[in-house]
């Protein structure tokens, strides 16, 4: 049995969604992805709590629109899963685990161009500015997931859309911008973090 299948034995993906602010209202507790929480009779989720493990949650059905990084810890309203995000949207439709996040053992590749060509940059720990560490441009068209997951930021600061990267996921290669999720409008990242679990 290998790590994954026993931390999902012993339930180490655990979320807990409610259908209104500050945890209140109708609740349903999770530990496997859900595509759509319209049917689990919900008209929407407006606060978590996550328990164990890293999510992602989409502001769509089936994993699409603005993805939002859920770690471990309280988000009573949606201002808290949204940080710094300059997109906000008040209610998640989907989410689902991140399994492959290794805070401790997290390593990831910068391309200058897409389709991982040009000069590139290995990286594994946080950057809140990818320009103050030498990166030269505001764009990030392509990049390699070597090991656990990530999280890319449009704007420096950990501020913007984020883009959820995952080893697991792709092969770990995103060769285009709009690889990055459906939501992404363009390969503006400035600075990137390991997803904590």
């Known amino acids: 049995m290998n790590q994954r299948e026993q931390m999902e034995q012993q339930g180490q993906w655990r979320i807990t969604v409610w259908e209104e602010e500050n945890f209140q209202g109708k609740r349903c507790e999770f ?29 769509y ?9 859920l770690e471990k810890g309280d988000y009573p309203c949606y201002q808290a899963w949204s940080g710094n995000s300059s997109y906000r949207t008040e209610h998640l439709l989907s989410f ?29 720990d946080d950057y809140p500015s990818l320009q103050g560490m030498g990166w030269c441009s505001k764009e990030v068209p392509s ?18 859309y984020q883009y959820i990267f ?3 996921r792709r092969q770990g290669e995103y060769r285009k911008y709009y690889e990055y999720g459906t939501q992404a409008h363009s390969n503006q990242i400035q600075s990137i973090r390991r997803i904590q679990h």
């Open 96 to 124: 689902r685990p991140i399994k492959c996040a290794k805070h401790s053992d997290s390593k990831i590749t910068l391309y200058e161009c897409e389709d991982m060509m040009g000069r590139k940059f290995e990286m594994c």
């Open 61 to 69: 059905p089936e994993y699409q629109g603005q993805q939002f990084i």
């Open 166 to 168: 995952e080893r697991d």
């Open 143 to 160: 990049l390699k997931v070597n090991s656990g997951a990530w999280v890319g930021y449009q704007f420096p600061g950990y501020r913007g």
């Open 31 to 59: 530990m496997l992805e859900c595509p759509n929480i319209l049917d689990r009779d919900f008209q929407k989720i407006r606060s978590i709590k996550v328990d164990n493990g890293p999510w992602v949650g989409y502001e």
